[in-house]
């Protein structure tokens, strides 16, 4: 077998695995538009006129709230990591705190705490407070899980920072502020911007506190999908739908900026 | 939580000499800088696990057996511990089917998702890395439609896997082809394991893929074409250089997805409901806060100490280096790594 037969053989082989990969999130989008009729069938058409009645019935169920929910928690969460992580992460690689390692590590057992282990004096706190089913709590909750991962993917960015740089800031007598916000932070802004897009996918996707911690008003859309009624039967098409909807802005976000994501999560985030 | 912090211990007897003549009052500045992040952990996350734990030490209120008052609580001793090691309800041993018989079927199965998945998703991702590790057409593509399973909500694999497992569904179907009879698969015990394995292995290998491959990527292509000189076999270039080239990233990459499978709730709680035995321990602790704060905050701590302990072995002995310190002054020079952050960024993996 000459090298290029090979070669093309190897790359077939590879697109192959991705599709079979990539199937069945195809699958899932493709059902989004069927009529509920040809979704549930037994016997699975190919060619069918798309529709938007799932994405429709999925709205009639309350989908839009769940979504700025959603949105709510994600967001604020990022805001509150990433405005927290930038003077940790600064002061962990170019202003070396002492014990570096340390606080490192306590950072890291943060980010493998057992959530269940939290949840429950968590739970009973806030009911006590009266901030159970709050969305802006559940951002806090959010925040505070995505910090540790937040920091340790800024730090990872920031040690690549030039230290003659900051020393010839030094020298021209800029001060702590300037220092990060203009000498630092530009330098490092690809690292910030994958950092926080991590948060906010993983505020996105979070489940088991949502399930918990809300109930109604501050419901999000994982929950939501994970209580919807079973896919046996005829809720394929309008469940499809809805799982589209909910996959939609991680999906783009991931595609934006895989090459950040990738490298940011080999630092240590992976989930 | 103790188990990582009394890992890297190692520079703090070297430390503080080298950074008092760098730069004076540095460490307190580097200190309030880090304070907002450390108190708002402590608040949220810590503060909760050691309320947890003083809440496993005390009773349920209730009606008390014995003089049939109803009393507040009080001290349970480590009887709400006795109750999930030793199976004991009260003086008897749990009646199968309670919770707490459960204890030990949550924790087979959590432990057999954790090896399975992560063995299957390591073997798996160094062959997809290995095949990727090269130039082809549509690279970048593939590089972005890899991480699609990954970024989506977990809730929405498992609604995904729900259809594909559905007894009518494409799995079913698929295994119809070859003259399989149709599997149960969020009901049979070994069907229902095997759902969870697959959807969690779908979610992530392409994913450690793409780490094994950031790993391999910082092997120099020279490397490969000495060994091919000197005529070494495909077998042994793999074992004696990537393998050991990519084995820090391969490592913290392990550890994070064993952590992650350990404390696996979502999956099995929305695609089979604790069907087929599939009840992981993070499953019986929601389940048990309905029946009893206190033994569940006893079975929290519980799995928190067990994946302490499992973080604790990773590091220490399988060579986890989370602290991302330069792989080589790791023993001889504990100073470097916090002397200079330029260099001890230089080896570090997975840019």
């Known amino acids: 077998m000459t090298r290029s037969v090979r070669g093309g053989l190897v790359t077939t082989l590879t697109w192959v695995l991705v599709l079979v990969f990539f199937f069945p999130v195809f699958w899932m989008i493709i059902n989004g538009f069927k009529p509920e009729a040809i979704a549930s069938s037994i016997h699975p058409k190919v060619f069918f006129s798309p529709v938007t009645t799932g994405y429709q019935l999925a709205m009639d169920r309350g989908m839009k709230g769940y979504l700025i929910n959603s949105i709510t928690a994600s967001v604020t ?33 943060t980010r493998f705490m057992p959530m269940a282990a939290v949840v429950l004096p968590l739970y009973i706190i806030l009911k006590n407070l009266g901030l159970l089913d709050n969305i802006y709590m559940l951002a806090v909750v959010y925040g505070a899980v995505n910090l540790p991962v937040t920091v340790w993917m800024m730090r990872s960015f920031f040690l690549e920072v030039p230290f003659e740089i900051v020393e010839a800031a030094r020298v021209d007598g800029a001060g702590l502020y300037r220092e990060i916000v203009r000498i630092v932070l530009p330098l490092v802004l690809p690292g910030v911007a994958a950092a926080a897009l991590i948060s906010f996918i993983f505020s996105w996707n979070e489940y088991f506190l949502a399930t918990l911690l809300t109930s109604n008003a501050a419901r999000t859309t994982p929950p939501f999908l994970g209580s919807f009624v079973d896919g046996r039967g005829q809720f394929l098409a309008v469940l499809s739908a809805a799982a589209t909807i909910a996959a939609l802005p991680v999906i783009l976000a991931g595609w934006v900026a895989q090459k950040q994501l990738v490298r940011g999560l080999s630092m240590g985030a992976i989930k | 939580m103790s188990a990582a912090t009394s890992a890297p211990p190692r520079p703090t007897d070297t430390k503080p000499k080298k950074s008092k003549g760098l730069n004076a009052g540095q460490g307190r500045l580097g200190l309030m800088l880090v304070a907002p ?26 009606l008390d057996p014995a003089t049939g008052l109803f009393v507040e609580g009080g001290n349970a001793g480590i009887s709400n511990y006795t109750h999930w090691l030793l199976q004991k309800c009260g003086e008897v041993d749990c009646p199968p089917g309670t919770l707490g018989a459960q204890f030990y079927d949550a924790l087979w199965v959590t432990l057999f998702f954790t090896v399975v998945s992560v063995f299957i998703e390591v073997i798996l991702g ?21 991480l699609v399973p990954w970024a989506i909500p977990t809730a929405v694999t498992a609604k995904l896997w729900l259809f594909i497992f559905a007894f009518d569904g494409i799995a079913n179907r698929l295994l119809s082809t070859v003259g399989v009879n149709p599997q149960l698969w969020t009901s049979d015990p070994w069907a229902a394991k095997f759902a969870i394995i697959i959807a969690d292995v779908w979610k992530t290998t392409p994913f450690m893929a793409l780490l094994i491959l950031a790993g391999l990527q910082l092997v120099p292509g020279d490397v490969y074409e000495a060994a091919q000189i000197d005529g070494a076999t495909k077998w042994q270039t793999f074992t004696k250089i990537t393998l050991p080239l990519v084995k820090v990233p391969l490592m913290v990459a392990v550890l994070f997805r064993t952590l992650d499978v350990l404390r696996i709730y979502d999956l099995p709680a929305i695609l089979t409901n604790g069907g087929g035995g599939t009840t992981s321990l993070s499953m019986l602790v929601i389940k048990q806060i309905r029946s009893g704060f206190h033994s569940a905050s006893a ?19 399988g060579g986890a280096d989370v602290v991302q310190r330069p792989p080589k002054s790791k023993k001889k020079e504990p100073a470097a790594a916090p002397g200079n952050p330029v260099a001890a960024n230089a080896t570090t993996p997975g840019a």
């Open chain 1, 77 to 109: 969460a990022t805001i509150i990591a990433v405005v927290l992580a930038i003077p940790a992460a600064y002061a962990l690689s170019i202003r070396r705190v002492k014990n570096v390692e340390s606080a490192l590590s306590f950072f890291i057992s």
């Open chain 2, 37 to 62: 992040t450390m108190l708002f952990l402590a608040v949220i996350i810590i503060y909760p696990l050691f309320k947890a734990i003083q809440l496993s030490f005390q009773k349920d209120a209730g």
């Open chain 2, 126 to 146: 160094m062959w997809f890395a290995m095949i990727m590790n090269r130039d082809f057409k549509g690279r970048g593509l593939v590089r972005a439609a890899i």
């Open chain 2, 299 to 317: 079975l929290s701590t519980i799995v928190f100490l067990l994946i302490a302990f499992t973080a604790f072995l990773f590091i220490k002995f």
